[in-house]
């Protein structure tokens, strides 16, 4: 393993989660191999752990990309993981306003629709957890 791609697990994990990971890594085959060491190594091990930016505002850019493109299922995978890096509700929805200016009603609509449901069933866990 590289430096780089340690480095970049260790991020991805303090970000999505043990468990998305252990899950990633456990379906990788040797087909799509290159490409989990590839995100690892670049999108984990450099462009979120570099230090000019907080993993918070790297969560709220990569969400409001992400929405903009109307990648649902990665949209989703990133709001649930705001819980690890700090960004909160409101941030989000700030965000999605931003959105909806720059990328379109139709596509923050989405994203609000999704992250509505992912910060509500965050609430119901941790009431249930009480």
Request: with cysteine; aromatic share 6%.
């Amino acid at each position: 393993m590289t430096d780089r791609r340690t480095l970049g697990e260790a991020t991805r994990r303090s970000v999505l989660g043990d468990a998305h990971v252990d899950r990633s890594q456990g379906t990788a085959t040797p087909f799509d191999a290159p490409f989990v060491d590839f995100i690892t190594e670049g999108a984990w091990g450099t462009v979120w752990s570099g230090d000019q930016l907080t993993k918070r505002e790297r969560s709220l850019i990569t969400l409001a990309l992400l929405a903009g493109l109307g990648r649902e299922e990665e949209f989703q995978l990133h709001c649930r993981a705001t819980e690890n890096t700090g960004a909160t509700p409101e941030d989000i929805r700030e965000m999605l306003l931003h959105v909806a200016v720059y990328a379109g009603v139709p596509a923050a609509n989405t994203a609000f629709r999704l992250a509505k449901k992912i910060l509500a069933d965050r609430i119901e866990e941790a009431e249930d957890a009480q």
